[in-house]
T-cell receptor
Framework: AQSVTQPDIHITVSEGASLELRCNYS??????LFWYVQSPGQGLQLLLK??????LVQGIKGFEAEFKRSQSSFNLRKPSVHWSDAAEYFC??????????????FGRGTQLTVWP | DVKVTQSSRYLVKRTGEKVFLECVQD?????MFWYRQDPGLGLRLIYF???????EKGDIPEGYSVSREKKERFSLILESASTNQTSMYLC???????????????FGAGSRLTVL
């Protein structure tokens, strides 16, 4: 079965610093991978997704993520964090076929705090 | 723009009450999902549906049921609410017919339920 691990529960960075949020997944075939962001009191918004092709994907708000099959990782990065990036970030994995088509499995989330 | 609307943002109910959480999407999506979100646990799938009048159990279906009488509407029912069902409930939808779209979930803003 698919699963996702986000090793960092909480990360604090200064505004303007770079950011990397870690995500490791478990899945037997080629996964569909996602990063979502949740601002306080809101639903989840899609930041970016990887289905196939170029392993470095660009998303909204200046975020990017790199799929590394050998490490089963899909880490999220941003070169310079803005105070408005403070939120909770969720990594998710989905299947391209089979009985779990359409389902996403989510990590437990990483809470990002940004210092001014 | 896909829109998923959850009718109640905040609810307060008493133990033993029957609770209905309503979700409507306006983009003719086939798939609809109910997730529960708790701090430190991420999102856990309660039920999902791939078509009208069909439903599939997710990972934590106990104490919940669902109804999908129309394609655009997916209701989550707590037959007899308990305090351990106090949580944030998130509805999502997706389409099988967009390119790889089965896995791209669009979320509602969430319904925060408190059971006293």
């Amino acid at each position: 079965a698919q699963s996702v691990t986000q090793p960092d529960i909480h990360i604090t960075v200064s505004e303007g610093a770079s950011l990397e949020l870690r995500c490791n997944y478990s899945y037997g075939a080629t996964p569909y991978l996602f990063w979502y962001v949740q601002s306080p009191g809101q639903g989840l918004q899609l930041l970016l997704k990887y289905f196939s092709g170029d392993t470095l994907v660009q998303g909204i708000k200046g975020f990017e993520a790199e799929f590394k099959r050998s490490q089963s990782s899909f880490n999220l990065r941003k070169p310079s964090v803005h105070w408005s990036d403070a939120a909770e970030y969720f990594c998710a994995v989905g299947a391209d076929r089979g009985s779990t088509l359409g389902r996403l499995y989510f990590g437990r989330g990483t809470q990002l705090t940004v210092w001014p | 723009d896909v829109k998923v609307t959850q009718s109640s943002r905040y609810l307060v109910k008493r133990t033993g009450e029957k609770v209905f959480l309503e979700c409507v999407q306006d983009m003719d999506h086939e798939n609809m999902f109910w997730y529960r979100q708790d701090p430190g646990l991420g999102l856990r799938l309660i039920y999902f549906s791939y078509d009208v009048k069909m439903k599939e159990k997710g990972d934590i279906p106990e104490g919940y049921s669902v109804s999908r009488e129309k394609k655009e509407r997916f209701s989550l029912i707590l037959e007899s609410a308990s305090t351990n069902q106090t949580s944030m409930y998130l509805c999502a939808s997706s389409s099988f017919f967009e390119a790889s779209g089965a896995n791209v979930l669009t979320f509602g803003a969430g319904s925060r339920l408190t059971v006293l």
